[in-house]
Antibody, heavy 114, light 112 residues
Framework: EVQLVESGGNLVQPGGSLRLSCAAS????????MSWVRQAPGKGLEWLAR????????YYVDSVKGRFTISRDNAKNSLYLQMNSLRAEDTAVYYC???????WGQGTLVTVSS | DVVMTQSPLSLPVTLGQPASISCRSS???????????LNWFQQRPGQSPRRLIY???NRDSGVPDRFSGSGSGTDFTLKISRVEAEDVGVYYC?????????FGGGTKVEIK
């Protein structure tokens, strides 16, 4: 059974940092592009970043470029999102997703507030 | 960026009746490989999104055959042949032709 389990969400002050993790199992993680997608409270979906299977290519949406960094560790079947310079508008549930959305985790909540 | 526009915003449906959601993209979603990269997602209340359809009309594993996708170029449709109670939720179209990948604003399906 495919599982994606996110962790690391928390309450953080504006300007702060947070690192999200996603543990994958049940599929060949190292063969898949992996992504982070977020959903602000009561809002729609925003695809934030994606990383190639070998980690050599990374893409970011403009709203997080220069502040967020996606990375992966294929030996640990894990995906990460380092989030710096957090803003109130980054408050959302953050999902990891495989490929083009074939599998999703349950999400982890990030709240940016003073 | 490719802008995805869905209609209607809200869709009240009677159980057992059909439902149809429209999605329009600001540019063609036909890629150089000949494929059209339009996907549909369902998000039930309190749940993570789930992909239903990829490349316009291909159902993902486990998706009931009452869901079907159609369309071409810039105009696409998701149809539910007979709505069931478990179909309540928000439906999103998403283009995966160009980065950044972009979603429509969502269509909320509810039972009348």
């Amino acid at each position: 059974e495919v599982q994606l389990v996110e962790s690391g969400g928390n309450l953080v002050q504006p300007g702060g940092s947070l690192r999200l993790s996603c543990a994958a199992s049940g599929f060949s993680f190292s063969d898949y592009w992996m992504s982070w997608v977020r959903q602000a409270p009561g809002k729609g979906l925003e695809w934030l970043a994606r990383v190639k299977p070998d980690g050599s290519e990374k893409y970011y949406v403009d709203s997080v470029k220069g502040r967020f960094t996606i990375s992966r560790d294929n030996a640990k079947n894990s995906l990460y999102l380092q989030m710096n310079s957090l803003r109130a508008e980054d408050t959302a549930v953050y999902y990891c997703a495989s490929g083009l959305g074939g599998y999703w985790g349950q999400g982890t909540l990030v709240t940016v507030s003073s | 960026d490719v802008v995805m526009t869905q209609s209607p915003l809200s869709l009240p449906v009677t159980l057992g009746q059909p439902a149809s959601i429209s999605c329009r993209s600001s540019q063609s979603l036909v890629y150089s490989d000949g494929n059209t990269y339009l996907n549909w997602f369902q998000q039930r209340p309190g749940q993570s999104p789930r992909r239903l359809i990829y490349k316009v009309s291909n159902r993902d594993s486990g998706v009931p055959d009452r869901f079907s996708g159609s369309g071409s170029g810039t105009d696409f449709t998701l149809k539910i042949s007979r709505v069931e109670a478990e179909d309540v939720g928000v439906y999103y179209c998403m283009q995966s032709k160009n980065w950044p990948l972009t979603f429509g604003g969502g269509t909320k399906v509810e039972i009348k």
